[in-house]
């Protein structure tokens, strides 16, 4: 069964920092991209930003390129979301996603609050 939990969230003060958690179970890690995604309240989900299971080569939507880094820890079957310089507009819903083939799996989402 494919399990995806994502943990982390919290409140942070513009210009701090938070890395969410991404543990999955059920498929082999390295054979899938994993993509971050977030929701802010009236907001359609957006994607933040994925890395390749072939080359772990990672790309980012343009607002948070230099503050935010995705990596994976295949031995801890887990993908993480390291956010530096967290800004107000950075507020929402985190989710992790996994792309099996054709089918996607979500986790529940974390909550990030980033106060002005």
């Known amino acids: 069964q494919v399990q995806v939990v994502e943990s982390g969230g919290g409140l942070v003060q513009h210009g701090g920092s938070l890395t969410l958690s991404c543990v999955t179970s059920?498929?082999?890690?390295?054979?899938?991209?994993i993509g971050w995604f977030r929701q802010a309240p009236g907001k359609e989900r957006e994607g933040v930003g994925c890395i390749s299971s072939s080359d772990n080569r990672t790309n980012y939507v343009d607002s948070v390129k230099g503050r935010f880094t995705i990596s994976r820890d295949t031995g801890k079957n887990a993908a993480y979301l390291q956010m530096n310089n967290l800004k107000p507009e950075d507020t929402g819903v985190y989710y992790c996603?996994?792309?099996?083939?054709?089918?996607?799996?979500w986790g529940q989402g974390t909550q990030v609050t980033v106060s002005s």
């Open positions: 059920g498929f082999t890690l390295d054979y899938h991209t």
């Open positions: 996603n996994a792309r099996l083939g054709t089918a996607d799996y």
